[in-house]
């Protein structure tokens, strides 16, 4: 009875020897940061910091708007119509959105310094989405 018992558990040992390999720890890190909700929640929250500082940095850029109108003259009984393209451009503000933009800047840095995120999202131009 021994030696069946010894044979059974040498035969089953060796099947799942080749079964039970190890994973790399890198691999399953890549897969613990892939499937963890927490972390993907954090990863979208400093996507989000960073196209906070765009927005931050988008005050000082050229507005263009279009405005039209119509409408009826009773002076010379005649339809009338407007239509116009207004430009804006800000030239000072006061240096608040200098100030925005730096605060924005700093806040998305420190948030991808707690969440542990790559460096390759940045909070000084545009972010380039990427994940893995």
Known sequence: MKRLTAAFTLLVATITADVAKAEPLSSALAKAHRNNPTLTAARAGVLVSA???EIA???MRPT???RSGIGYSSV???????FGIVLDQTLFD???TTNTSRSTRRDCGLRRKTHATPNRISCSRRPKPTWT
């Open 57 to 59: 940095r988008s005050a």
């Open 76 to 82: 010379v009984s005649a339809d009338r119509g407007t």
């Open 94 to 96: 006061g240096l608040q």
């Open 64 to 66: 263009i708007k279009l």
């Open 51 to 53: 196209q906070d500082v």
